[in-house]
């Protein structure tokens, strides 16, 4: 009758070694990953809060504190004075939308037309073809952060649900309000990327108008 012997020290040391050196492995590309979508972020973070910052001396609400970006949570913010009136607080809160929107289109236009003064993708140059691609990913950055956050749209409900008794036209804003939090749930649905794709085909046919 065979007798199974137990692992020896030396082998159970080397799997317990290759277990650490594997959560190592994981544990930095996780890092690097955290790092890549960042830097890949950056773009549309920068617009979107200097949206925020923009608008808020626009419609003469003091900023606080604004952080562009950050290796973070959140990766940008702006913090102001409370304003005085509503519809500052919509003001600030859609600005980024509006911002990013036409940021994004200009980028994806800049990166089609690129490519076609190079004759085409397949025939396009190197350096044109970085810059198509450079432009292309500042494109489809800042319009992935167009949507305004979840925090854009709990300040304009707490101002909507203060002041509506006072003035119903604060009513007005409510769909606005309704409509952030919509599109933040759809997100998990890559709503986000898709209306960056959309104002990339948007750039494309902008382009193709432009060449007839």
Known sequence: ?????????????????????????????????RIAVHLFAFPGVVVHEFAHATACRLVGVRVIEAVYFRFGNPPGYVRHATPDRYRQSVVISVAPFLLNTVAAVAAFVGAVLVVAAAGGVRTAPLEYAIASGVLGWIGLS?????????????TLWTRSRREWRRSPVVLLGLPIVALIYVVNVLSWLWAHVLYAVGLFVLALVTVGALAI
Do not use: H, K
């Not at 199974?4 to 990953?33: K, M, N």
């Not at 800042?142 to 709990?154: E, L, N, W």
């Open 1 to 33: 009758m065979a007798v199974e012997s137990l692992p020896s020290g030396s082998t159970l040391l080397a799997v317990l070694g290759l277990v650490v050196a594997l959560a190592i492995v994981l544990r930095g590309l996780g890092v690097l990953l």
């Open 142 to 154: 800042i319009g992935m952060a167009a949507f305004p956050s979840t925090t854009d749209a709990r």
